[in-house]
């Protein structure tokens, strides 16, 4: 194989993977959105399976807009439980423990008593 016959197998492979990509987002998609029913769900992909390429050019044309609302909204909502479940592990019990834990460290030497009334200072703050 001559360099220009590879240079063509990376540009179509290139294009292929990029095909694939684009349609498992659309199927994605079909199967995300809540306000489509069933029947409609079932005769998109059967046409993408029919034909693939026309349908795909059509669903993103014609859904387009939505498909991208909807992505941003999963988003959305992943990124709120995330720090969500952020806060709720980050947050300590009361101040009472905080300082009992911050003078722990100071009885073992982990760290200063200056460090100590930083902790309780920020605890009781």
């Known amino acids: ?28 998609d079909i199967f995300r959105d809540s306000t489509m029913s069933g029947g409609l769900k079932a005769v998109w992909l059967i046409a993408l399976f ?17 498909m991208n609302e909807r992505e941003m909204a999963v988003h959305q909502q992943s990124k709120a439980a995330a720090e ?12 009472a423990s905080q300082i009992a834990n911050a003078k722990s460290l100071l009885d073992s030497g982990a760290i200063t ?12 703050a």
């Open 84 to 95: 969500d479940y952020i806060r709720s592990v980050a947050t300590t019990a009361d101040p």
């Open 1 to 28: 194989m001559d360099f220009w016959g590879f240079f063509w197998l990376m540009v179509w492979g290139f294009f292929f993977i990029l095909y694939l990509m684009v349609l498992f987002q659309i199927i994605v």
């Open 50 to 66: 029919i034909i693939p390429a026309i349908t795909a050019l059509i669903y993103i044309i014609v859904r387009g807009k939505g």
């Open 113 to 124: 008593q200056a460090e100590f009334d930083q902790l309780k200072a920020k605890a009781l």
